[in-house]
Structure formats: structure tokens, C-alpha cells
């Protein structure tokens, strides 16, 4: 099992910490408002792969500092949109370019843990799409300004939007928020469903997601959490195909340390002690879909 | 036409009654909080599977005796997680599992008729995956504490719930019950728009839900209920693939008693009086998927 | 680029116009209590056809006259169910029916500028099904009386309402409403999130939407609208597939004029003067996806 010291991974735009199992993810641009840069995807992307392996972390916060004028303003326009084709793009063709905002969002949404975004500032184009919608849960400061500007700037809406937003909150809602290109407070009835809690202060936001992630950090089973996270987004695509991969989920987890645990530790009333980790205790089974390749083929990402 | 006689069925575990056109299922181990075992799956699988061929059912109302402790406090676990392997998971090899709350999901859910959850106490697990999810229709009482603990007891969310919820309330509220493993109330944001209806007294659930069930069994049209339970769960990959299975359901059922009788009652403003059935009048084109087996090959489920 | 001249359409039972970028269509059967009739259906195609190529429109705003007595009160049940079947239908063979609600949502669906419904009165049947779900954004008068009556007149829930209605709102509330066939107010917790908007009186609903509309099609790019809502509805079946399809937009439209202008007109603060435009400014690479043909061999549809 590897233990790798997150202070010393050189990140340029993210500090890293570890508060027990919880991973603390905090942005590290407030000066330039959190804009999205391919530095910070690259820490990123680095940072969730490393998490997702570690098996010390089973809760990775994402946050920024509360003072800072926006949690993320998007993506850095000062040079126009040419900024978003990669030296790689450029040698391979530009229709070869992977989107940035794409790739931070499959980092976030194949790590294996619990994932949550603490909005706790303003959130524009990518700040949205890829800070918040590929995370488990998402806590947000109820004064953000929520910007999905995309038919006003002239792009797409990226980062795997158009497939996350309609299913975490249905097509009526995404394809208004999206078409619109609006800006929206968190009690928008457009955004009905999506953040798990809101809070008055930005202060507030990322202790109350601490506090929600110690908890969930102590009480949680990891491979419960990856097997269930597999089902959810990797599932079948009849009722009795899920039947049959959740059958074979039951199967294999009851047969670890972590369900006995969990019967008995119910059963005498006291705190679960799960110990079942990751790089051990997971099926092989697990991942029973074909991933797809989405790197360039030489791509630094 | 069968009409079997659900008084001697041998049923353990439930108590199956005809009201008219409305059947009515009720958890019969008041004493034991309707806990999950395997004899009440298969009285469970085996009263849709008769209820579903049975042309004078129109409704299914699935229910429990209200000053019971629960009304499902899910799986039994007083002899820890192996109750879930079966004799036959034994004999053929633990890997090829079925898991009975799937199974009973499958039952309820494959069932043509229109079915009811009138949860009128707590429910926890299964009592929740199995019993309300494949439902059409959930009626429930306001203060019933509802439990979604699988990540707390190190096992997977079963039943088919990583299929269901997500699809009947959208992945961001699902992803957050399923990863929360928390107990919720039925006025939670979290589970918006999964209840149909809620009352503060336990005992107004079953009587609402019986209420209901009446007018629509007497105002319903068979066929067109099964048709459509088809196409919304059943259905193509695309808008246009949809309408292809629509119109072929509309050229079929117009040509049918129903639709005449439909548009003759609704001008004469009267009564309507279906009498299309199941056994004869539904089409042939249905069912024009492939249903998954997934029974093991010798098991008794 | 096609201008044509919706006067001349010889259009029976709408009339269309155009407000700048705006294109309103509206029912022009109020006597009939706008009713849908072949005619009708016939008449919607190909205004919704002509429109989605007409490089001038950017909007599409569909209405009635607030003092009709209905939105759309639904099929013309005069001559009962028959009329579903087209001239057509009876000579190729009635299982080859092609219903003309789902012809009217297919041309509205397939229309790539932003579609809006303005429901300034009651709405039943194809009303809602046809002349609501495929739109972008809903409208509606907070006063109406909204019927889903198909399992009340024996027939199936049409216009690819049972594939369209599941997804934007959700299984649950889906599932209810097609179930119940019951009438329901804009304001009803099964409608949640369906519609953009809600006005207490009839006639404030299209000035409203006309406002909303006049402001989409002034600062949104024709181009990015397109790409958007192909990606939402022709989508990859996961979230790295989906990423690979953004990327592709992004590439494309990031080498076109109007995200030059967003960028500019953003930096400069001022109004956007976007003129990239679908006959032109569409990428070759949409659509990605295989249409379905849905034509009968010789339909006039």
C-alpha cells in the first residue's frame, strides 16, 4: 500500500492534507480568482489519482479558501479560447484535443472514495462542471452566484456536464440551466436536488463538510462505498442486470471482514471499526465495464 | 382465466386479500417488525407472480399492520450477513448468488398491474430497496424513519436500488442516500418527489392508499396500464426509437374494447367499465425486450 | 441560407411569425379549443422543419390565444380513436401507424434553436405530451388544468411522452402522473421542476416568455445552442465517452466566431453580437449519432 506525502507531490495550484482519512483538496489561485488554468487541471487530475489509491483516505474534500473573491471563476479567458488546445493538441492535431475540464472531471468521478465539493465562493463555467458535478456531495455557501455560461461565450458546455447534470437532477432542470446560460443562487428552484446543504456564511461552509466528512469517514466501509459507487454509475442497463451485479456485490462483500464487522458492530451498538481496504479487499470483479481511453495518445495528462 | 384462491396458497409470512380489483399484500411477522427472511421473499415472489396473471386484479397494494413495531426493519441479522446465502447458493457455488431482495423487487416490479408501497411504519434496508422502489405509487407515514445504511454495514446497496433510485429521483439525491448511509424523514429534500403522497398518522396510510387504489382500479383500463409500465421502463434508446413502440401500442390498443369504451364514457360523461384483460387482449408485440433470466438453474426462487 | 416566408406557407391551423430572431407559432384553432387534428400535426412538421433551417431564427415560441378556451384540450375525440389512422396507415396496414403526436414531438425535438412552450391555458393529452415535453423550457399559466387521461381512455401515453416525461422530471413523478391519468395544477409536487415559469393570469404567460425569448436569441450562438442540446439528447452511454464528445465541440467551436465574440464581448462588458450560423458555422462532425427514420414509405407526414 502505498503512503505517499502529499507535501511533497509539487503541486503548484492545490495544497493537499490529510485530516485522518479525510483528504483536504483546497484550490490554491484565490489571487486570480481560482481560474482554470492546465497547471491546475494537471494537480489535480495527479492529486485524485494518488487519493484514490491511497488507502489511508476514504473522504476527498474539495474546497478553496472562503476569502478568496470565487471558489473558481472558470476558465482564465486572458488569452481567448486558444487557451484551452495543449502543446500536445497542437503537435497531434487539434481535433485530438482532450478538454481539460473533462479530464479533472473523470479524476474526481473515478476516485473510489467519497468525494465532496464545499462551495464556499462563486462558481463559473468549469467551476461548476468540474469542481462540483463529479463529486458524491456538494455543500455550498447560499450567496454563491452559480454561472453556466457556455451559449454565451460561444462553446460548449464541457466537462462531461451535458451527461452528469441531467442525471443528478433530471433534463428539465439541466437543459434549462445549461440553454439559459443564467446565473443562479443555490435555492434556484432550477438547482433543486443538486447541493446536499447550503449555509448563510461562507465561513461555514467547508467546517460543516469537515465535520460531514469525519463522520462519514469513520462509519463508512471502503469497499462498500467503491462497490456502491460502481453500481450507481457503472450499472446495467435492466433492473434484473442490476439484479444480477448487485447479487454478485452481496456475494463477494459479505464474505469480507468489513459486513461482519458491520453486523456486529450494529448489533452491540457501538462505533464500526472497518478495516477493509482498496488495494486488498476489493473483488476482482471490480471494474466489470470496459474503460474507456481517453488520453492523447503521448498526452502529459 | 385463473383465479386462484390466495387463502390457500400456504402463504407463512403475508396475507394476500381481494378487495374487489384491489389485492391487497400485508407483512404478516408484525412481531418480528416484518424483518427480511428468506420464507417472506418467496411468499412475496410467488403472490405478484399469481397477482400479476390474475385478470381481476387491477391494483396491488402492498402494506403492513400499522401498530406493527415496523414496517420493515429490514434484513434479519441475528445470525449475521451469511442468512443471505441460500441452500442452493451452497450447492451451486456462493458466486452465483441471487439476492432474494432483488428477487422480490423483480417480482414486484415485473408485475403488469398498477402497485402500491402504503409504508405505514419504519423501514430500514430492504424495507425500503425491495418493498418501495419497484412500486408505481408510494404512500407513506410522515414520521416513518427511513434507513439506507448499507455503507454503515459494509455490504452493497441491493435490490436493484442502484437501478431504481437514481432513475426514480436522479443521482444527485440517490448518490447522497446510497453514500450517506443515513435515516431519513419522508419530508427530507433528499427524497422529494419519491412519495406520492404523506400522512401524520400512522394509520391514515393504508386507508388513503386503499382509497386511491379503488378509483383507479375502477377507472383504469388494463391493458393501457400494462402498455405503458412497458414503454416507461422498457423502452428505446431514443425519442424516435420511442415513438415507433408508442405507435405501434397506440394502432394495438385502438383497435382493442378499452379505447372505444374510453372515448364513450368520457363523452357520455359517465362511468367507464373496462373489460379488457391481461390474458386475452394484451398484444402479442409485447413484451418486445428480452427478459434476463435470472433465476439459478435449479433454485426454488 | 433559406428565408422564408411563413405567410405563404398556407399554413390551415397555425399561424407563424417572426420577432426579429424570435419565431412565434401559434395554435389557431381556438374555437376547436385548439384540438389536434391531422391537419394540425401536418402543419407543426414542417413550420418546425422549415424553422430549424432557417438561419434567422434563433428561438422557436410556441402558444395560443389566451382567451381559447384550452391550450390544447388534447385529440379530437368527435369520431372516436379512429382518427388516429392516417390515409396512409389504412393503405400500408394499420401496425405500421405512425402516431402524429410523436411526428409533432420528433420535428420539435429535432429542431436545433431554442424551443420554448408558452401554455397560456389548459393543456390535455398531446397537449402536454406533444406540444410541451420535447421544448427546452415550459411556460405555463399557473391556473391550468394539466390531464394525463391515457389509462383513462384505454389507450398508451404518446408523443415519446414515456421515454421524454421519466427524463426530465424523474421515474417517480413520471410514473405517477401517466399512471394516475389524473388532472393536475402547474403548482402540484408531481410537476415539479417541469416548468421554467408560472403567471397567475393567462395573459402574462407569452409576453413573458416572449421577453425570456428576445433575450435568449440576442445574446446566446446559434452554434453553441446546437451543440448543447445535441450533446444533452444524442449523449455517449458514459461519462468519459461523453467527454470525448465535448472535447470535439470544444475544439470545433472554439475555432469559430462566435466564441471569439463571447470571449471579447465578455472581457469588453459589452452586448454580444454573435452571427455564427447552423448552414455555415455547424460542424460536419454533427450529427454524430444515426437518426432513426421514422417516415412510412410513402407518408406525407
Redo the contacts between chains.
Sequence with gaps: MSCPDYSAQGYQTIVVSLDGPVAVVKLDRSKQRNTFIDALALDLIAAYELLDRDDRVRVVLLTADHTAPAFCAGAD?SS???R??TEE?ERQG??T???AG??V??AI?RCRK?TISAVNGHAAGVGVTGFQL?C???FVWAGAKLSF????????????????L???????????L????GTYAPDS??L???Y?ASFPNREEVFPAALAFARE?AA???Q???A???A???R??D???????L??????D????????????A??ERRP?K?S?VLSKDLSDFVPWWT??D?RQRTSKL
Tied chains: 1, 2, 3.
Excluded at 455560461?149 to 452528469?164: D, H
Excluded at 435492466?238 to 444480477?244: F, I, N
Design positions: 479567458l481567448g479560447w486558444d484551452v488546445y493538441d487539434r481535433h484535443h482532450k478538454d473533462g479530464q472531471t473523470l468521478f467519497i463529479p458524491d456531495f456538494r455560461p457556455f451559449v454565451r461565450r460561444g462553446i460548449v458546455a464541457e466537462a462531461g456536464s451535458t451527461y452528469l441531467p442525471r443528478l437532477i433530471g433534463y428539465s432542470r439541466a437543459v434549462a445549461l440553454l439559459s446560460g428552484p432550477l433543486q436536488g443538486l446536499y462519514l462509519n463508512t466501509s469497499t462498500s462505498v462497490w456502491i459507487k453500481l450507481l454509475w450499472g446495467a435492466s433492473v434484473e442486470g442490476q439484479h444480477l448487485d447479487s454478485r456485490g452481496m456475494a462483500l459479505v464474505a469480507r471482514g468489513d459486513s461482519a464487522e458491520g453486523a456486529r450494529f448489533k464500526f472497518f477493509d474503460e474507456l481517453v
